[in-house]
């Protein structure tokens, strides 16, 4: 996780996708649970929250920011998250902060190999994706232009095609041919965000202002939930 000075007391949260997971960032020390978990988020991730906070010897009232996963993703996860986000901090009054899943996932790629440029691309069914071009800014995934719902013939990528794009997510499982017209890509074993990388991003947050009341918590589906259809083993 790229460091950042900072005496917050942080909580992270995301099921956005088929993984749980929940962090802690306490006096600069870590604590994290995650699960892969599809149709188990509900139940899993306040028991999470919980160990987090025992382990760290601390309260929910102690918290000074929870960050949730804001999407894109599963509509009935997001909708999850944004909920038990909302039932935590409106008790305390804690601020909250949105982290993109796919920004979280460009950090984890940042993290883990100091990627450079990253895309990713999580599979939305229904023959479309959701993903998003990042640079390294410093050790922060940054985005370029705009995050997306499409098809995958529909990809227009931003980033320099000279120099090497890590490739994260399960859109390129699902569409194998995805940027397989490049030459300058490595696919990284990064398939699911994690709320520990949500941790760098929502200080840096916190640090420009983009934190805010959690009535004004703010869900991205990208796709409109009224073409949603649920299939089998997607929540």
């Given at each position: 996780m790229a460091h950042i000075d900072s005496d917050l007391t942080i909580l992270a949260l995301d099921t956005c996708?088929?993984?749980?997971?929940?962090?802690?960032?306490?006096?600069?020390?870590?604590?994290?649970?995650?699960?892969?978990?599809?149709?188990?988020?509900?139940?899993?991730?306040?028991?999470?929250?919980?160990?987090?906070?025992?382990?760290?010897?601390?309260?929910?009232?102690?918290?000074?920011?929870?960050?949730?996963?804001?999407?894109?993703?599963?509509?009935?996860?997001?909708r999850i998250c944004t909920s038990m986000t909302q039932g935590l901090a409106l008790g305390h009054d804690i601020p909250v902060i949105g982290i993109s899943t796919l920004a979280a996932m460009a950090q984890m790629a940042i993290d883990a190999d100091s990627a450079k440029q990253v895309f990713v691309a999580i599979d939305a069914r229904m023959n479309e994706i959701y993903w998003g071009q990042f640079t390294n800014s410093g050790g922060i995934a940054t985005l370029v232009g705009e995050e997306h719902v499409s098809t995958p013939e529909q990809v227009n990528i931003l980033l320099d095609t000279e120099q090497t794009i890590t490739l994260c997510g399960t859109g390129f499982d699902a569409y194998p041919d995805l940027l397989s017209n490049l030459d300058s890509t490595q696919m990284s074993d990064i398939k699911l965000p994690d709320a520990k990388a949500m941790l760098t991003l929502a200080q840096l947050g916190?640090?420009?202002?983009?934190?805010?009341?959690?009535?004004?918590?703010?869900?991205?589906?990208?796709?409109?939930?009224?073409?949603?259809?649920?299939l089998p083993g997607r929540e």
């Open positions: 996708t088929e993984s749980c997971s929940a962090a802690l960032l306490h006096n600069q020390d870590l604590h994290c649970r995650s699960a892969n978990a599809p149709r188990e988020h509900s139940q899993r991730l306040l028991p999470m929250v919980d160990e987090v906070l025992k382990e760290a010897n601390i309260k929910i009232a102690d918290v000074n920011l929870i960050a949730y996963g804001r999407g894109p993703g599963s509509f009935t996860g997001i916190y640090k420009q202002g983009l934190s805010t009341p959690v009535d004004e918590l703010a869900p991205v589906y990208l796709r409109d939930t009224v073409t949603w259809k649920k």
